[in-house]
């Protein structure tokens, strides 16, 4: 089964997206140890929608849904430069705090926690789909 | 919703969930602490990179100063964040 809700695109919809997926965790009995990586890589990539692509007004889409044992999270932005997040250098984080920079850490988070992110980009539509086997 | 501010014994307290829409927030309390500081994350739910880059910061200017940020009460899956970013090696960290 799959929920599916549109999102303004700004910093103040976290709230309204964490209480979706609440929703849809307890509406698929989605075991809490999995909760806090779905949500971080939900808001990281949300988030750089949002960063990155502030002149538009468009709405941002997100989707989850659980098929068999894997938990499949899908962001459409349907007006987005290109930018493919698979394709990102991971930062530095053997670094002393000295030579540490502030950033990039989200999407190399993403990719710790989730098992495969797909990019598609079409038109000026970006689609992300993040898929996490669950334990 | 994040809540932070000082516990009676100085320490600095962080409750709720540390996400992008706070940050602007905890980076203006974390801009005035100065010296060495305790940060208690006992009732810290959730941080994204929004947060981790917060405290990134603050601990940059305190360690270039003398001082720093000491992370106690660090729940598992926070934990579990901070080594993946290799916090554990530019903060002391006491864990749950």
Redesign the interface.
Same mark, same amino acid.
């Given at each position: 089964m799959s929920m599916e809700k549109a999102f303004e695109r700004s %910093?103040?919809s976290?709230?309204g997206i %964490?209480a979706f997926t609440g929703e849809f965790f307890a509406r698929e009995s989605i075991d809490p *140890?999995e909760h806090?990586a779905v949500?971080?890589a939900v808001?990281?990539l949300f988030?750089n929608m949002v960063k990155y692509n502030a002149g538009s007004s468009a709405a941002i889409v997100l989707r989850m849904e659980r098929c068999n044992g894997d938990l499949r999270i899908v962001l459409t932005d349907p007006d987005a430069d290109h930018f493919d997040p698979t394709a990102i250098e991971a930062p530095r984080?053997? &670094?002393?705090?000295?030579e &540490?920079e502030? *950033?990039r850490? *989200?999407l %190399?988070?993403v990719r710790?926690l989730m098992d495969r992110i797909e990019y598609e980009y079409d038109g000026r539509r970006s689609r992300i789909t993040l898929t996490k086997t669950l334990g | 919703m994040l809540e932070i501010g000082y516990g009676e014994g100085g320490e600095i307290r962080l409750a709720g969930r540390f996400d992008a829409s706070q940050a602007e927030g905890a980076r203006r309390f974390l801009d005035g602490v100065e010296g060495t500081r305790t940060v208690d994350l006992k009732d810290l739910s959730y941080i994204s990179s929004a947060g981790l880059g917060v405290l990134l910061a603050a601990q940059k200017r305190l360690v270039e100063a003398g001082g720093g940020l000491r992370l106690v009460n660090v729940s598992s899956h926070i934990h579990d964040i901070l080594r993946y970013t290799g916090f554990h090696q530019i903060f002391e960290i006491e864990t749950l």
């Open positions: %910093f103040d976290l709230e %964490f *140890g806090h949500e971080l808001e990281e988030t984080v053997d &670094r002393p705090v000295e &540490r502030p *950033g850490l *989200g %190399f988070l710790k | -």
